[in-house]
């Protein structure tokens, strides 16, 4: 769905209805039935030949051999279609579980890789100015069953550091070791009142990983957070990390097999979560888009604005959300990048907020501190 600008700007201002709108994985326990996880894309994913503005009259003419063709594409709607490495994407969105944000960035305008995922991870509007994430304060405004968080990887990513403790568990392709070692290696610890809990809590994240699942292929970490997710007394809330977004050169081939990974491991999470995934919010995002136009070796370079992407059978989807800005010269970012007409921030926000039953408000204010206050998105998950 598109917008006109004005009749965006107002629905916004009015806070009406629906509008427009190597991997590792960290957990912590909340409770409630609800489960909300957070997969970053590291290298400034292409939202442009994520999903496709094949409708606008500049897309192809700007992305020259990049630009997909439409015949080929999953067809959203008469402006947008999908990356047809996106199989599994595009059966979500016609089941309503798929919603997608386009021209979406954060506060960060420049173009470090770094520094714009420490702006999107902590929630500031500069670089390094929180030192914690928002998904930490996050699960600060939930009630605690337990005492501690789990981090599920090597280590805790900049959106889960914060004050809620963060225990960890990453898979590894060493060999297990045996029960009698892991018995001596407690009895070891247990006068240390500091690594007998780190310990106790290092086993219990074992237990719930199992034996199975522990490889590094895109459809086992699915299924390796699935399997967390489902327990009763699992987390509920997850982060997953993925890089190799970076395309400027040969970007055809590898923006399809990140795509194709992706869209897998999503598919492996739906189908291992079984009922739960009608209680789950899947939310995708990176740091930045990339260019408009194809480079000189056949990629793109860092940009602004991108797309997010939000799964889950408590999404509210089959949808495009976007004031679209158009792809025409002068109406580039900098003449050179699509230009961000909607807040990430709000994006998320708002997805947290609703799938937890917060007050947006308060969410707003305690996910991103520095924010700018602008007017909040609704309607993106089923209460």
């Known amino acids: 769905?598109?917008?006109?600008?004005?009749?965006?700007?107002?629905?916004?201002?009015?806070?009406?209805?629906?509008?427009?709108?190597?991997?590792?994985?960290?957990?912590?326990?909340v409770p409630g039935?609800?489960?909300?996880?957070?997969?970053?894309?590291?290298?400034?994913?292409?939202?442009?030949?994520?999903?496709?503005?094949?409708?606008d009259a500049a897309y192809a003419?700007?992305?020259?051999?990049?630009?997909?063709?439409?015949?080929?594409?999953?067809?959203?709607?008469?402006?947008?279609?999908?990356?047809?490495?996106?199989?599994?994407?595009?059966?979500m969105f016609a089941r309503g579980q798929a919603l997608f944000v386009h021209a979406t960035a954060s506060p960060y305008r420049d173009r470090s890789h770094f520094d714009g995922q420490n702006v999107l991870e902590t929630g500031g509007t500069t670089p390094y100015a929180q030192r914690d994430g928002w998904m930490n304060r996050l699960v600060s405004l939930l009630p605690q069953t337990k005492d501690e968080a789990i981090a599920f990887a090597s280590t805790v990513p900049p959106a889960l550091r914060g004050p809620a403790e963060v225990t960890s568990f990453a898979p590894s392709a060493l060999p297990q070791p045996t029960d009698d070692l892991l018995a001596r290696v407690g009895r070891m610890y247990q006068a240390d009142a500091q690594l007998h809990g780190m310990w106790d809590a290092a086993l219990s994240a074992r237990?719930?990983?199992?034996?199975?699942?522990?490889?590094?292929?895109?459809?086992?970490?699915?299924?390796?957070?699935?399997?967390?997710?489902?327990?009763?007394?699992?987390?509920?809330?997850?982060?997953?990390?993925?890089?190799?977004?970076?395309?400027?050169?040969?970007?055809?081939y590898r923006l399809t097999a990140q795509l194709t990974a992706l869209d897998t491991m999503l598919a492996a999470m739906r189908d291992s979560l079984g009922p739960i995934w009608d209680q789950t919010?899947?939310?995708?995002?990176?740091?930045?888009?990339?260019?408009?136009?194809?480079?000189?070796?056949?990629?793109?370079?860092h940009g602004t604005a991108s797309v997010a992407m939000l799964f889950g059978g408590a999404v509210k989807g089959g949808r495009i959300l976007a004031d679209w800005p158009g792809l025409a010269q002068n109406a580039l970012y900098e003449e050179r990048d699509l230009k961000p007409t909607i807040g990430l921030d709000s994006v998320i926000a708002a997805a947290a907020a609703e799938s937890f039953g917060l007050d947006p408000a308060r969410a707003a204010r305690t996910l991103f501190p520095a924010g700018s206050g602008e007017s909040r998105i609704e309607g993106l998950v089923h209460s």
């Open 1 to 29: 769905m598109i917008l006109p600008r004005r009749q965006f700007l107002r629905f916004a201002a009015a806070g009406a209805g629906a509008i427009l709108v190597s991997p590792h994985i960290a957990f912590a326990n």
């Open 281 to 301: 919010v899947v939310l995708v995002a990176t740091e930045f888009g990339r260019t408009a136009a194809v480079n000189g070796t056949g990629g793109t370079d």
């Open 61 to 91: 003419g700007l992305r020259r051999e990049l630009a997909i063709d439409p015949a080929s594409a999953i067809k959203l709607d008469g402006h947008f279609a999908l990356n047809p490495a996106m199989v599994e994407t595009g059966k």
């Open 207 to 252: 237990g719930m990983a199992g034996t199975e699942n522990r490889g590094q292929k895109p459809e086992d970490l699915g299924k390796l957070a699935a399997t967390f997710l489902s327990k009763p007394d699992g987390p509920r809330i997850a982060m997953l990390e993925t890089g190799g977004w970076d395309t400027h050169t040969g970007q055809q």
């Open 33 to 55: 039935d609800r489960r909300f996880i957070f997969i970053i894309q590291r290298g400034a994913a292409d939202g442009l030949n994520t999903v496709i503005p094949y409708g």
